[in-house]
């Protein structure tokens, strides 16, 4: 596997592009607005965040949808098929995730213009990680990952919600055992840590950035109980909320302090 070329497009409405015999290696294409692919002999849309992998030869048009297009873009070449014999080769793929995406392809265009002796090797598995990645949104389409990354992200922005097994399993109609075993198998953790950590992160948020209480932080993060949040708040960070909200004044008074002296 060789990345021959690679980058990041942006074009303005009416941007197009026509090639009947497309390239003589792989095109993989992440799109980042939405935009008009033409496959199965019609002109169909797809949103932000989408990946498309062209075979060699295979031909591709796509457009603009709206005042702009843009997307990073990857010339990959390969001995052998890419992947697998069914893949859709040439349609968009809505990403679960796209920012992962994103944020790998800027470590891998980073990686394609630098000088460094490890180049080649850091880019192959690079690449490799990223049709890794784009092969595992296939096999996750139809199933009932995105319905568990909604809870997820539902989690996370709001902490304070009386999150519970039951609950989130009925959400999804799911037996609770079940609903267990897909949260671990889909995100490598357990309901109840992402639940806990969750709410230890809006915890630090509110005692970095509020003057409230730390009952009422507790309470604001979804805590019944100041000592259990207390509790929980030292095994996740090792310290007290009392001593994390001193610690970090101490850091900006000592900030503080270096800017006068530079002055």
């Known amino acids: 596997m060789n990345i021959i070329r690679m980058g990041e497009a942006a074009h303005a409405g009416g941007f197009k592009v026509l090639r009947e015999h497309g390239y003589p290696h792989y095109l993989l294409l992440i799109t980042k607005t939405p935009a008009l692919?033409?496959?199965?002999?019609?002109?169909?849309?797809?949103?932000?965040?989408?990946?498309?992998?062209?075979?060699?030869?295979?031909?591709?048009?796509?457009?603009?949808?709206?005042?702009?297009?843009?997307?990073?873009?990857?010339?990959?070449?390969s001995n052998s098929l890419l992947l697998y014999e069914g893949f859709p080769f040439g349609r968009p793929i809505p990403l679960a995730a796209p920012e992962r995406f994103f944020a790998l392809f800027s470590v891998m265009l980073g990686e394609f213009f630098s000088a460094r002796r490890t180049r080649e090797s850091v880019l192959s598995s690079l690449c490799s990680a990223l049709v890794e990645m784009l092969s595992s949104e296939v096999e996750l389409k139809g199933t009932l990952f995105y319905s568990f990354l909604s809870l997820r992200e539902d989690i996370f922005r709001s902490p304070e919600c009386e999150w519970t097994a039951e609950g989130a399993a009925a959400r999804l109609n799911l037996s609770k055992?079940?609903?267990?075993?897909?949260?671990?198998?889909?995100?490598?953790?357990?309901?109840?840590?992402?639940?806990?950590?969750?709410?230890?992160?809006?915890?630090?948020?509110?005692?970095?950035?509020?003057?409230?209480?730390?009952?009422?932080?507790?309470?604001?993060?979804?805590?019944?109980?100041?000592?259990?949040?207390?509790?929980?708040?030292?095994?996740?960070?090792?310290?007290?909320?009392?001593?994390?909200?001193?610690?970090?004044?101490?850091?900006?008074?000592?900030?503080?302090?270096?800017?006068?002296?530079?002055?």
């Open 177 to 263: 055992g079940y609903f267990h075993t897909l949260y671990k198998q889909y995100f490598g953790t357990t309901f109840l840590l992402d639940v806990i950590v969750s709410r230890v992160q809006a915890a630090e948020d509110l005692l970095s950035s509020s003057q409230e209480s730390v009952s009422r932080i507790a309470e604001r993060c979804g805590y019944l109980n100041e000592e259990h949040f207390i509790r929980q708040f030292s095994q996740f960070t090792g310290t007290t909320p009392h001593r994390y909200r001193l610690k970090l004044k101490s850091q900006g008074a000592g900030k503080s302090s270096e800017s006068v002296r530079e002055l």
């Open 37 to 77: 692919f033409e496959y199965e002999g019609e002109w169909r849309k797809a949103p932000a965040g989408c990946a498309l992998l062209f075979r060699p030869g295979q031909r591709h048009s796509y457009t603009a949808l709206g005042d702009a297009y843009s997307d990073f873009w990857a010339h990959i070449q």
